[in-house]
Structures are given as C-alpha cells and as structure tokens.
C-alpha cells in the first residue's frame, strides 16, 4: 500500500486517518501533514501527541471526553490542536447496520444535542482552534436524500454557530457512495 499512498501523495491528496499508525503511513509516503484529518473513535493519547507534534490538520472529535484528552495532550506539548466536531445527525442512510454511522445510536460522532455545547467549550480552551465540522452518514450510500438531510442539519448548525459568533473554515461531507463490488452489483 505505500506505493498507492505515494501517489496518492505526490498527487496533492488529503488523507483521513484512524491511528497514529495511519499516519505515520501516510507520512512515510510523503504526504502532507496540513492535509491529514485524523478521525475515529479510539485515539490514544500517545496518537494524539503523534499527530498534534506531526502538525496535521485537525482532529475530528467524536465525543466530549476525547475534546478533553485532545485539549489536555495540547497543552501539555505547548501546542495548538485544530478540531473539528463529527456530527451524528441521526439520519438513516439506508444501508447496512455493519455501516452505518450517522443513527442517532451509533458509536460515532456527536449526538445533534451536544454538538452546540461542544463548540462553546472548544472555543474557549486556548490550546483549541476551531477548524470545522464534520459528518459520515455511513457506506455504500445508494440513495442522494441522506445526503440532503445530512446537508440541512449541518448548515442549521452551521446557522446556529455563526449566531454565538464561532465560525468554522471547512464542511466534511462524509460517507461512501455506493459503488459495485461484484460483477451484478447495482451501479
């Protein structure tokens, strides 16, 4: 896979990660720090060092506890950590259970109730920048109304923010189209 991820690299592509080990890869291979976005829900506390001294992007926070670790590794580094909050918007995208990550029950991202919360505290932590917001409805997504309803729900947060004077500088419109696997797979 380095071979790939070098010319993904030398293509000028951004890299989402989900270990230090992800990016170490990524980094091997000569991809560029400032565009690594590090997501997922099991970042320890020596990956989130990793990352922050790597210089990457942001962090893709998944929950109010890991805003916490993110902030307290930052200041003890004396380094900035750039965030951004994963959304849980609580939309069914219509796919399989084993893939989906945006119903309100899932593991990942931040519940549409605590995600205004988040951001208040986030900016006023001086080790945080506040980079964006960010959403994965889940994979092999067939059907374009999630996308939609994932869109309204980000942009009246996106609303909501702005009105307490926190902007964001990037959307992150996640979750996989559905492609075939197999020969016979609808397109």
Do not use: W
Request: proline share 4%.
């Amino acid at each position: 896979t380095k071979g790939i991820l070098e010319v993904l690299a030398a293509l000028g592509a951004g890299f989402d990660c989900v270990s230090g080990g992800e990016i170490l890869r990524v980094l091997a291979a000569g991809g560029d720090p400032k565009k690594i976005v590090f997501s997922g829900v099991a970042k320890t506390p020596a990956d989130i060092a990793f990352a922050l001294t790597a210089g990457i992007k942001c962090f893709n926070i998944e929950s109010p506890a890991e805003l916490d670790r993110i902030a307290n590794t930052a200041r003890n580094l004396g380094l900035k950590a750039h965030i951004s909050v994963r959304v849980n918007p609580n939309i069914d995208a219509h796919v399989d259970l084993h893939v989906a990550t945006g119903l309100g029950d899932s593991k990942f991202g931040v519940k549409l109730t605590d995600v205004i919360a988040l951001y208040q505290k986030a900016a006023e932590l001086k080790e945080i920048e506040i980079e964006g917001i960010s959403c994965h409805i889940g994979s092999q997504v067939s059907d374009p109304r999630p996308y939609e309803e994932m869109t309204e729900v980000l942009f009246a947060l996106l609303r909501e923010l702005d009105a307490d004077g926190i902007r964001v500088a990037h959307v992150d419109f996640g979750g996989g189209a559905a492609v075939a696997y197999r020969e016979g797979d609808p397109e």
